[in-house]
């Protein structure tokens, strides 16, 4: 009996291993596509052209080169978001967890002293960013009681306000590997 079973586990061992690297390749691409919030108005991911609702065709950066643009970049839990009736965007609240760059120009914001690298007074800070907004208008929607990494601006140094280099790129979903992607580009 083992060996009439012995050519048929050759043949199936090969098939399911395949079944399985195939499935793992597509779950290792879908978690790819929806670790950046604003990758979801098109398939496809990071590069290309994106298209919204209101026809904006923006290319895609990657986030390094978002990072690299942006005044402010920090990860932080978003402790409240301010929507209003008949508001495209609003604002949302962020416990900082980290700075990674602008630290000087969020402890200004904040009034508070900078201390080395203006990262340690800075943790444990509550901050306001506005204009963030539903997808179908090339923004970054938010949910509560969630970590992103936030790509900012401040042109009048008094606000944080959401840095879109391309549609929905103002917010990444705060993981490991993006943090890493983060470091590596400043």
Same mark, same amino acid.
């Given at each position: 009996?083992?060996?009439? =079973?012995?050519?048929l586990?050759? =043949?199936l061992? %090969?098939a399911l291993l395949?079944?399985?690297w195939?499935?793992v390749?597509?779950?290792q691409?879908s978690?790819?596509q929806e670790?950046d919030?604003?990758?979801?108005?098109k398939?496809?991911?990071g590069?290309?052209v994106?298209a919204?609702?209101?026809g /904006?065709h923006q %290319?895609?950066l990657?986030?390094?080169a978002?990072?690299q643009r942006?005044?402010v970049?920090?990860y932080?839990f978003?402790?409240?978001v301010?929507?209003?009736?008949n508001k495209t965007t609003?604002?949302?609240?962020?416990f900082?967890?980290?700075?990674?760059?602008?630290?000087d120009?969020?402890?200004?914001?904040l009034?508070?002293?900078?201390g080395?690298?203006?990262?340690?007074? =800075?943790r /444990?800070k509550?901050v306001?960013v506005?204009?963030?907004?539903p997808?179908?208008?090339?923004?970054s929607p938010?949910e509560?009681q969630r970590t992103?990494?936030?790509?900012a601006t401040?042109?009048?140094?008094r606000?944080?306000?959401?840095?879109? /280099?391309?549609?929905?790129?103002?917010?990444v979903?705060?993981s490991?590997?993006n943090?890493?992607?983060?470091?590596?580009? =400043?």
């Amino acid at each position: 009996m083992r060996a009439r =079973l012995q050519p048929l586990l050759l =043949l199936l061992v %090969p098939a399911l291993l395949l079944v399985l690297w195939a499935g793992v390749g597509e779950a290792q691409r879908s978690h790819t596509q929806e670790q950046d919030v604003g990758s979801r108005g098109k398939k496809g991911g990071g590069m290309g052209v994106g298209a919204c609702k209101n026809g /904006d065709h923006q %290319p895609r950066l990657s986030l390094s080169a978002r990072v690299q643009r942006a005044q402010v970049v920090f990860y932080g839990f978003v402790t409240r978001v301010y929507k209003k009736k008949n508001k495209t965007t609003y604002p949302a609240e962020f416990f900082i967890v980290n700075v990674f760059k602008g630290a000087d120009l969020v402890a200004k914001l904040l009034k508070v002293d900078g201390g080395y690298g203006g990262v340690y007074n =800075l943790r /444990d800070k509550r901050v306001n960013v506005t204009n963030f907004g539903p997808r179908e208008d090339c923004l970054s929607p938010l949910e509560e009681q969630r970590t992103f990494i936030i790509l900012a601006t401040s042109k009048s140094g008094r606000k944080l306000r959401a840095h879109y /280099d391309h549609p929905g790129g103002a917010a990444v979903q705060w993981s490991k590997e993006n943090e890493e992607e983060v470091w590596r580009s =400043l």
